[in-house]
């Protein structure tokens, strides 16, 4: 048992990006180094506490410490931040230790000052000589002077449509890439820290864009975009590891996250500051969303629920699945609420799109799944995303299955009712002419497929309808956006959302 301990966490660490080397408290055991590191000890440091500030996208004191070079030159005050071998005359370290006893140091500016192991490593390694160790391979800095190259198109994470349906937003490398919403040309790129986005969401009024990501085993961050300047108005460090699953509140004033250690926190948007912090999954928290009224957040976990807490009290109310063992099957990886009346539609592992109410109005009955509305047909594999249209009429989901992905519009009201037989009526005699109206009544029936999306690929990581219902779009491992029609299936456009090396291109 001895031996196999270890080693287990090794391979979580690696394979799933768990954050094994979990945080101050275990670093501070660790032995500090005889020959400090610029590239494994200091720089992480920076990574972790420092770059959302000090980066050319936000160069906080017009300082930055995204590369090497760029640490060593001054900001605005004008003194050397780094001196050779001498760390007391260093104006980086007079930042980050304080000045008086009763006063915390002012770097990092309004969070927790850096534990006295970190700021011993940066002293040791200033009074080593500061020397730059990054190898060779690992030299490629990526930030808003550098953007990314591309020599194939990276997987896709997630794509989301602006409210007034003219951008689409698509995850790259170190980067969101906003896109005019009908494929026709970039309009931004913006590059922050984070290598890895996981999850994009405009804000309610289209005015800013938030970004959840992070680097593996590391830090995670979510970045705020005011898109008037396309300029990063925030990032807010979060937990050691990838974030996942943001979402807006419907008045616009918090954001919603996921995290890989099992809890589900939100923060101001305006600030930044945390102000929910929940913890009753078991595993990773992959997708959020808040009630129509703001007042409740859901949230989807691997652990196969998905829960609900009240925000101001930050407290959990109920599991909205059923925690019946055996009831569940698999992991929750995505939830989206309906526009119109807070219903809930989730997607994961078993391949089958179901639609739940949000709030319990009976007690739990030990067995019962109190809150299931209705299941979809199931899809091939898992379900990575799913959502629904902007009247909550209709839902789109992507699934995927070794390396093939489907996507999927059905029918979505909740119980067929007169507006349904009209609005599929009216689409139909406008796609097919009058006489098919004889079968709307058919058709109204919630859970009817639609479509099916024509010249899907490989898997499919994320979905978005457009909010004038007029296109859809999906992206996933092949590196492609393809644009459908919502009524047809039919392929509209497909393109690389990145740009690629000329010798690929
Ligand atoms: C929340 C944002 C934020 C974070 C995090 C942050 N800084 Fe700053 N930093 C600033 C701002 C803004 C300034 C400009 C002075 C001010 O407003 O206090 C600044 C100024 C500085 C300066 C002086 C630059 C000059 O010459 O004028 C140094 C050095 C510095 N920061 C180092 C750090 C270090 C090291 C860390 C991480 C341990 C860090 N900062 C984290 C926002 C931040």
Redesign the pocket.
């Known amino acids: 048992m001895t031996v196999a301990r270890p080693l287990f966490l090794t391979l979580v660490c690696s394979a799933l990006s768990w954050p094994a080397l979990h945080a101050a408290d275990s670093a501070k055991e660790e032995k500090e180094p005889d020959e400090v590191s610029y590239y494994r000890h200091v720089r992480p440091i920076?990574q972790q506490?420092?770059q959302?500030?000090?980066q050319p996208a936000k160069a906080?004191?017009?300082?930055v410490?995204t590369s090497y070079a760029d640490l060593l030159k001054?900001?605005?005050?004008?003194?050397k931040?780094v001196v050779t071998g001498k760390p007391d005359e260093s104006?980086?370290i007079d930042?980050?230790v304080a000045r008086e006893a009763d006063k915390p140091p002012?770097?990092?500016?309004?969070?927790n000052p850096?534990i006295g192991r970190d700021v011993n490593l940066i002293r040791k390694w200033i009074a080593q000589g500061a020397k730059d160790d990054t190898p060779a391979s690992a030299r490629q800095i990526v930030d808003a002077d550098h953007p990314p190259v591309y020599d194939l198109p990276p997987v896709l994470t997630s794509v989301a449509y602006s409210p007034d349906s003219t951008l689409l937003a698509v995850s790259g490398y170190h980067e969101v890439l906003l896109h005019k919403a009908d494929g026709s040309g970039l309009v931004a790129r913006l590059i922050g820290i984070s290598e890895r986005v996981q999850s994009l969401a405009f804000s309610p009024d289209g005015k800013y864009l938030a970004v959840a990501g992070g680097c593996p085993c590391r830090f995670g961050e979510i970045q705020i975009w005011d898109l008037a300047k396309n300029k990063l108005q925030l990032s807010v460090p979060v937990t050691y590891d990838t974030v996942y699953g943001v979402s807006w509140s419907p008045d616009g004033t918090k954001i919603a996250f996921g995290c890989a250690d099992n809890t589900v926190r939100a923060i101001e948007a305006e600030t930044g500051k945390q102000i929910l912090y929940q913890g009753a999954h078991s595993d990773w928290v992959l997708e959020t969303v808040f009630s129509k009224d703001a007042s409740h957040l859901v949230s989807v976990s691997r652990d196969r629920s998905m829960k609900l807490t009240e925000v101001a009290t930050q407290r959990f109310i109920d599991n909205i699945t059923s925690i019946t063992p055996g009831a569940l099957k698999g992991g929750l990886l995505t939830v989206d609420r309906n526009p119109i009346n807070d219903e809930l539609l989730i997607g994961g592992a078993d391949g089958v799109p179901k639609i739940y109410k949000m709030h319990r109005d009976k007690k739990r009955v030990i067995g019962d799944d109190f809150n299931f509305l209705r299941s979809f047909e199931e899809m091939p594999g898992r379900i990575f995303s799913a959502k629904f249209n902007h009247d909550g009429t209709r839902i789109i989901a992507g699934s995927s299955l070794d390396r093939t992905g489907e996507v999927r519009i059905y029918q979505a009201a909740s119980k067929p009712d007169k507006d349904m037989v009209e609005v599929s009526a009216l689409s139909l005699v406008a796609t097919h002419g009058l006489s098919t109206i004889l079968l709307a009544p058919s058709l109204k029936a919630s859970g009817h497929q639609v479509c099916k999306l024509e010249g899907q690929v490989g898997a499919v990581y994320s979905v978005a309808y457009r909010p004038d219902g007029k296109q859809v779009a999906s992206a996933g491992f092949d590196g492609k956006v393809r644009l459908n029609d919502p009524d047809t299936g039919k392929l509209i456009k497909e393109f690389i959302p990145v740009p690629l090396t000329r010798k690929n291109q």
Do not use: D, T
Request: charged content about 10%; glycine content about 20%.
């Open positions: 920076f506490y420092c959302g500030c000090h906080g004191g017009g300082y410490m001054p900001g605005e005050k004008g003194f931040p104006f980086l930042q980050i002012l770097m990092p500016k309004a969070a850096l």
